[in-house]
């Protein structure tokens, strides 16, 4: 079964770290370059940030040196640390496979607070 599951988001002050993971059925993360998205609302879905099934990683501008994207090939688990969160990170996050992705999962919801 393709499955995407995102966990790990919640209610945070600017400035605070949040940690999420996204579990991932074999078939969808085993090789693939795994990434994570965001979707603001009244925004379209963005990429964040991407990691390659050997660790190469990619940043989008706005959360370098903030974010870090890893990924544990064993338990098909890829995960995004985020630290000194900002309001504009305020969005729903989701993880897909970047090529060819799959029916998006429910995501999980980040808030950061001024």
């Known amino acids: 079964q393709v499955r995407l599951v995102e966990s790990g988001g919640g209610l945070v002050q600017a400035g605070g770290s949040l940690r999420l993971s996204c579990a991932a059925s074999?078939?969808?993360?085993?090789?693939?370059?795994m990434g994570w998205y965001r979707q603001a609302p009244g925004k379209q879905r963005e990429l964040v940030a991407r990691?390659?099934?050997?660790?190469?990683?990619y940043y989008v501008d706005s959360v370098k040196g903030r974010v870090t994207i890893s990924r544990d090939n064993a338990k098909n688990t890829v995960y995004l640390q985020m630290n000194s969160l900002k309001p504009e990170d305020t969005a729903v996050y989701y993880c897909?496979?970047?090529?060819?992705?799959?029916?998006w999962g429910q995501g999980t919801q980040v808030t950061v607070s001024s």
């Open positions: 990691i390659s099934n050997g660790g190469t990683t």
């Open positions: 897909n496979r970047v090529t060819s992705p799959v029916p």
């Open positions: 074999g078939s969808i993360f085993r090789f693939n370059t």
